[in-house]
T-cell receptor
Framework: AQSVTQLGSHVSVSEGALVLLRCNYS??????LFWYVQYPNQGLQLLLK??????LVKGINGFEAEFKKSETSFHLTKPSAHMSDAAEYFC?????????????FGSGTRLSIRP | EAGVTQFPSHSVIEKGQTVTLRCDPI?????LYWYRRVMGKEIKFLLH????????ESGMPNNRFLAERTGGTYSTLKVQPAELEDSGVYFC?????????????FGSGTRLTVV
């Protein structure tokens, strides 16, 4: 069965510091990978996705993630945190090569930004 | 294009009452999904429609939940009778393709509180 593990339910960084949110997945076939963000009182917004091709993917708001098959990881990074990045972040996976797939979410990481 | 619309945004009902949630997907998206997040837990899959047909309803918790998508456009999710454990945020999403490679577009969610 496919699963997604996000290390750290809560991460706190200083404004201007590197943001690193960790995500590992288990999948028997190459998956599609996603990061979603939920700002307070809003819905889930797609940050970035990996389906095929280049393993380093860039998303909105300066975020990027790298698919590392050997490590079964898809960590999310941003070089310099802004106060507006405070939100909850969800890593998600859809098993690849499936005719009908449902997205499987990690448990989420709440990111706080210290002034 | 208009996004995925859900309403109501909030609903507070008493145990034993009935509530109906509605989701309007992006026009032209045949795939519609329902998810929910119970307080502090993971976002869990409920079911998947392709047009008006239920492709996968393996996540529906019990027969108190009934989802419909008449005509393959908007969908409703009815909970009858509601129980305390049904409280949470219910998300709807739609996508162009069944495999999910384009990513899902989520609505803002309906926050359901059963008292």
């Amino acid at each position: 069965a496919q699963s997604v593990t996000q290390l750290g339910s809560h991460v706190s960084v200083s404004e201007g510091a590197l943001v690193l949110l960790r995500c590992n997945y288990s999948s028997s076939v190459p998956p599609y990978l996603f990061w979603y963000v939920q700002y307070p009182n809003q819905g889930l917004q797609l940050l970035l996705k990996y389906t095929t091709g280049a393993t380093l993917v860039k998303g909105i708001n300066g975020f990027e993630a790298e698919f590392k098959k050997s490590e079964t990881s898809f960590h999310l990074t941003k070089p310099s945190a802004h106060m507006s990045d405070a939100a909850e972040y969800f890593c998600a996976v859809i098993p690849g090569y499936s005719s009908a797939s449902k997205i499987i979410f990690g448990s989420g990481t709440r990111l706080s930004i210290r002034p | 294009e208009a996004g995925v619309t859900q309403f109501p945004s909030h609903s507070v009902i008493e145990k034993g009452q009935t509530v109906t949630l509605r989701c309007d997907p992006i026009s032209g998206h045949d795939n519609l999904y329902w998810y929910r997040r119970v307080m502090g837990k993971e976002i869990k899959f409920l079911l998947h429609f392709v047009k008006e047909s239920k492709q996968d309803e393996s996540g529906m918790p019990n027969n108190r939940f009934l989802a419909e998508r008449t005509g393959g456009t908007y969908s409703t999710l009815k909970v009858q009778p509601a129980e305390l454990e049904d409280s949470g945020v219910y998300f709807c999403a739609s996508s162009q393709d069944r495999q999910g490679g384009y990513g899902y577009t989520f609505g803002s969610g309906t926050r359901l509180t059963v008292v």
